[in-house]
Nanobody, 114 residues
Framework: VQLQASGGGLVQAGGSLRLSCAAS????????MGWFRQAPGKEREFVAT????????YYADSVKGRFAISRNNAKNTEYLQMNSLKPEDTAVYYC????????WGQGTQVTVSS
């Protein structure tokens, strides 16, 4: 399984970005998917997850109401819409796919300037 994350970049505070994570090597519809992030000098932390069936979503308190996770199983892709970005959202964002093990994408840098 390979996960390719994209969509990161530099944005001003209050702006928006949309991250994508395309999976290959396995159909993702039967598995949970999610996003984590890691800021410099900090541990990797949970951002959001979306369940395989029913599409139930869960968010970290720090992003609730600003970020939205979604998936398109036909395209084997998940997304993270990030609105009202803050400088503290600056991090490398990693997507994952949870099967009997967890697969990780390579990460995409998000930088929010004040």
């Amino acid at each position: 399984v390979q996960l390719q994350a994209s969509g990161g970049g530099l944005v001003q505070a209050g702006g928006s970005l949309r991250l994508s994570c395309a999976a290959s090597g396995r159909t993702v519809s039967s598995y949970d998917m999610g996003w984590f992030r890691q800021a410099p000098g900090k541990e990797r932390e949970f951002v959001a997850t979306i369940r395989r069936s029913g599409g139930r979503t869960y968010y970290a308190d720090s992003v609730k109401g600003r970020f939205a996770i979604s998936r398109n199983n036909a395209k084997n892709t998940e997304y993270l819409q990030m609105n009202s970005l803050k400088p503290e959202d600056t991090a490398v964002y990693y997507c994952n796919l949870v099967t009997w093990t967890t697969y990780w994408g390579q990460g995409t840098q998000v930088t929010v300037s004040s």
